[in-house]
């Protein structure tokens, strides 16, 4: 699938989720007839992001913006997962993984990793180590049914 008609199908699955088209023309800027258009595949446009933002919000998911997130080569990750252990050390697994992600970024740029880099990525790939291990840790002992 083309990544235009990825964001359209992500567009309509979001004024599905809204309840109709109507529903959602009454929470965003603009009207009935454009967000028909940003949902058909037969218009070249796609609905712009601060449209997506209040569609995803009242859809209760990001459908559009992840769409257009895996459209540029991203993946979204939430802020915050619910409460509990489970949850914060699954943020911790999560926002470890983005800031690794983003020094792998960084040192890859340019195509040649120095030992200044090579450390950095070490440094961070070692902390996201922990922080999985641990995760896996809590996650077994509830499995077995054990307190943490």
Do not use: W
Not at 7 to 29: L, M, P, W
Not at 78 to 106: F, Q, S, Y
Request: proline letters at 3%; a negative charge; glycine letters at 6%.
């Amino acid at each position: 699938m083309n990544t235009v008609a990825f964001i359209k199908t992500a567009t309509q699955a979001s004024i599905n989720r809204i309840g109709s088209i109507d529903a959602a023309a009454s929470v965003v800027r603009v009207g009935r007839s454009q967000l028909s258009e940003y949902q058909s595949r037969n218009y070249p446009a796609v609905v712009p992001v601060d449209v997506a933002i209040v569609l995803d919000e009242f859809a209760q998911e990001p459908l559009i913006l992840g769409a257009m997130a895996h459209a540029a080569g991203y993946t979204l990750t939430p802020l915050h997962l619910g409460h509990g252990d489970v949850a914060e050390i699954m943020e911790g697994v999560a926002n470890n993984a983005g800031l690794t992600m983003a020094t792998t970024v960084r040192v890859l740029a340019d195509g040649i990793v120095t030992p200044d880099e090579a450390a950095d990525l070490s440094r961070d790939l070692a902390k996201l180590q922990r922080v999985v291990t641990h995760a896996l840790q809590v996650v077994h002992a509830k499995a077995q049914g054990v307190s943490c």
